[in-house]
């Protein structure tokens, strides 16, 4: 239906909008909290959203079912934040923003094999090529940005595992309500970080969530980014398909950028110009020919 992938579209806008914007809360909150605190933080107050929105608990109809929902919860909850934190950790957003522009034609390459309906086509590499090449233009017209190896690699890592988990979303158990399905991967993200917290012994910076700065981006990452955010590309990948909705993720280097222009006074260059025009056309190309082989998806 027309309006269902408009929607779609839309919902899946709004959740890249919002994700550009948390690189830069997670980058503040590194000087305070460690990687997997922050994740338990954020994801614990967004549990307690979806909980208040949904609070009906319902039997689940199989164990085969309770393991798609841990599975959800390991890799797009768990994983994928936890090498996405530690790159931002050893290097720099810019270069966690650029490997997350892997994240649409990774997802177009297993949803090609795993999912019905999507096929990968010349055309989706070649706007991922148009966009690349926009990227670079923001992110290397930075005098700052280096190749740092190690935090490189884990972002390359946090790309592919998230890709997988948006192809995972798209065949995840039917007949469950939606927020449900966020809630119980949720919840299982949160138990796998406690354990991870109980065997690495790692130390909490308590007295750290007294500072305003620590606790007014914790509640935007966790209520608006993890929360909100999540739904919204549960439902977008449900109504167009997680090709589709995975090429929106080319827009967060120019978002991230514009924020800085919004936000922080910083000048538009002819470098955001350039490669915010190269994005829009990579993402134009890619979804306008990869829109027929979702109409039955979703």
């Given at each position: 239906m027309p309006s269902a992938r408009l929607t779609g579209h839309l919902f899946t806008f709004i959740t890249i909008a919002i994700w550009s914007v948390a690189f830069v809360g997670n980058k503040v909150l590194l000087a305070h909290l460690t990687p997997i605190e922050i994740m338990l933080y954020r994801f614990l107050l967004a549990w307690g959203l979806l909980l208040a929105l949904y609070p009906r608990w319902r039997t689940v109809r199989s164990w085969r079912d309770e393991a798609y929902f841990f599975l959800l919860g390991f890799l797009g909850i768990f994983l994928y934040f936890l090498l996405e934190n530690f790159a931002l950790r050893f290097t720099q957003a810019g270069n966690v923003g650029l490997y997350m522009g892997a994240i649409p034609v990774l997802t177009a390459l297993l949803a090609h094999f795993l999912v019905r309906g999507e096929r990968f086509r010349t055309a989706?590499?070649?706007?991922?090529?148009?966009?690349?090449?926009?990227?670079?233009?923001?992110?290397?017209?930075e005098r700052h940005f280096t190749l740092r190896l190690r935090g490189d690699l884990l972002a390359l890592a946090g790309a592919a595992t998230f890709a997988l988990y948006s192809v995972a979303?798209?065949?995840?158990?039917?007949?469950?309500?939606?927020?449900?399905?966020?809630?119980?991967?949720?919840?299982?993200?949160?138990v796998l970080m406690l354990l991870y917290l109980a065997l690495a012994h790692e130390p909490l910076h308590l007295p750290a969530l007294k500072l305003p700065v620590v606790w007014l981006n914790l509640l935007f990452l966790g209520l608006f980014s993890s929360g909100l955010a999540f739904i919204?590309?549960?439902?977008?990948?449900?109504?167009?398909?997680?090709?589709?909705?995975g090429n929106y993720i080319y827009l967060v280097p120019l978002l991230t950028a514009l924020t800085g222009v919004i936000v922080l006074d910083e000048e538009i260059t002819p470098a955001m110009l350039t490669g915010g025009a190269l994005i829009l056309l990579g993402l134009f190309v890619a979804q306008r020919r990869s829109a027929p082989d979702n109409q039955d998806v979703g």
């Open positions: 989706l590499l070649l706007g991922f090529l148009i966009a690349l090449a926009g990227m670079g233009v923001i992110l290397f017209s979303l798209k065949k995840a158990p039917q007949d469950y309500h939606f927020l449900l399905i966020a809630r119980k991967s949720f919840f299982y993200g949160i919204l590309w549960q439902q977008g990948i449900e109504r167009i398909g997680p090709v589709a909705a």
